[in-house]
């Protein structure tokens, strides 16, 4: 077995509107299809690929996928959500742009060793998001 790329992530959360802006005005993903599901939410393609899956939480959707209510359960660290998503991406200028346009904080990282210039910025929910940039293309 082999993991060849992240095939997509899922976030729950209760800032449905939130999550989506700043994943496609920030980040420049794109609302796509999505097939008919009982809960509210977004598939948000890079390309031709759905990698971001959002899950709007309410009362009405309030469970994992197990079926265990979410203020219920019991797994350590179950309600601090993803630590990070990694993506490999280009155009470190554009993006840092819309970064000091939006005022968010954010953090970057050279590791040369890599050829990685790397910025990180959280999302509305606290998801940290790692965007990774290949310097030797940044140029």
């Known amino acids: 077995m082999a993991i060849e790329k992240i095939e997509h992530c899922a976030i729950r959360t209760t800032e449905l509107a939130a999550t989506r ?40 959707y309030n469970h994992d996928l197990s079926g265990t209510l979410l203020e219920n359960q019991q797994t350590p660290g179950y ?3 993803l630590d990070h998503i990694a993506f490999r991406a280009t155009g470190l200028t554009e993006l840092l742009a819309r970064l000091r346009a939006a ?15 790397q910025v990180f910025v959280a999302d509305p929910n606290g998801v940290m998001a790692e965007l990774n940039f290949l310097i030797s293309a940044e140029k």
């Open 21 to 60: 802006d700043f994943y496609t005005e920030i980040l420049g993903l794109m609302v796509g299809p999505r097939p008919e599901l009982p809960v509210a939410g977004y598939w948000l393609y890079a390309g031709d690929q759905p990698i971001i899956h959002l899950i709007e939480v309410n009362e009405t």
């Open 79 to 81: 309600r601090d959500g």
């Open 103 to 117: 005022r968010l904080e954010f953090g970057e990282n050279i590791i040369a060793e890599m050829d990685f210039h």
